[in-house]
């Protein structure tokens, strides 16, 4: 199993640009999440999901947005990219509601804007 | 409003010893608690957890303490190792809900010396 992977793992982007950050996962996990973590904090969830279909706003959603067609992938959309974006991505994925509630992470996108 | 905090951003302790990392949370609806490692330029996995109905989980070298009445958790290392140097998350969750939201705390860097 590759777990949960993650494209692009850098990218730079000027102010007002658009991209599109891949999340796939390969465990038939129902549950998904969005994170991002800027220097010296914790991680911030950004968007979650607990199905295909089925995607909710966490603690800081403004500025992303999210699909969820699939059980395996998760992509996170950033429309009219500003510096504040400038972070470090993290993709997730648990089995939430079989009474263990570790997720598992992709390696991270480095995202920069300039 | 920090739910989930960890007040000391570095720990540094000496190969053998014991390493004590520290958590409190504010939210009383939490009641399963987990530790992260995160290495440089990789995802955040998963140490060790705790429910709300036990006071200890040991797993190995890895003990997680949790005293509900004063909203505190801890993590015990030992003996502490090099490869151990990492930064520490906790984390936690109200099982009720059901949907495996974690709220992570800022993050210890533990440093192991040789």
């Known amino acids: 199993n590759a777990g949960v992977t993650q494209t692009p793992k850098f990218r730079i982007l000027k102010i007002g640009q658009s991209m599109t950050l891949q999340c796939t996962q390969d465990m038939n996990h129902n549950y998904m999440y969005w994170y991002r973590q800027d220097p010296g904090m914790g991680l911030k969830l950004i968007y979650y999901?607990?199905?295909?279909?089925?995607?909710d706003k966490g603690e800081v959603p403004n500025g992303y947005n999210v699909s969820r067609s699939t059980t395996e992938d998760f992509p996170l959309r950033l429309e009219l990219a500003a510096p504040s974006q400038t972070s470090v991505y993290f993709c997730?994925?648990?089995?939430?509601?079989?009474?263990?509630?570790?997720?598992?992470f992709g390696p991270g996108t480095r995202l920069t804007v300039t | 409003d920090q739910q989930v905090k960890q007040n000391s951003p570095s720990l540094s302790v000496q190969e053998g010893r014991i390493s004590i990392l520290n958590c409190d949370y504010t939210n009383s609806m939490f009641d399963y608690f987990l530790w992260y490692k995160k290495y440089p330029a990789e995802g955040p996995t998963f140490l060790i957890s705790?429910?709300?109905?036990?006071d200890k989980n040991e797993d190995g070298r890895f003990t997680v303490f949790l005293n509900k009445s004063a909203k505190h958790l801890s993590l015990h290392i030992v003996p502490s190792q090099p490869g151990d140097s990492a930064v520490y998350f906790c984390a936690a969750t109200p099982t009720s809900g059901n949907t495996g939201k974690l709220i992570f705390g800022q993050g210890t860097t533990l440093q192991v010396k040789p």
């Open positions: 999901s607990v199905g295909a279909g089925i995607t």
């Open positions: 705790i429910s709300s109905i036990k």
């Open positions: 997730a994925s648990s089995y939430a509601n079989m009474g263990s509630y570790e997720q598992y």
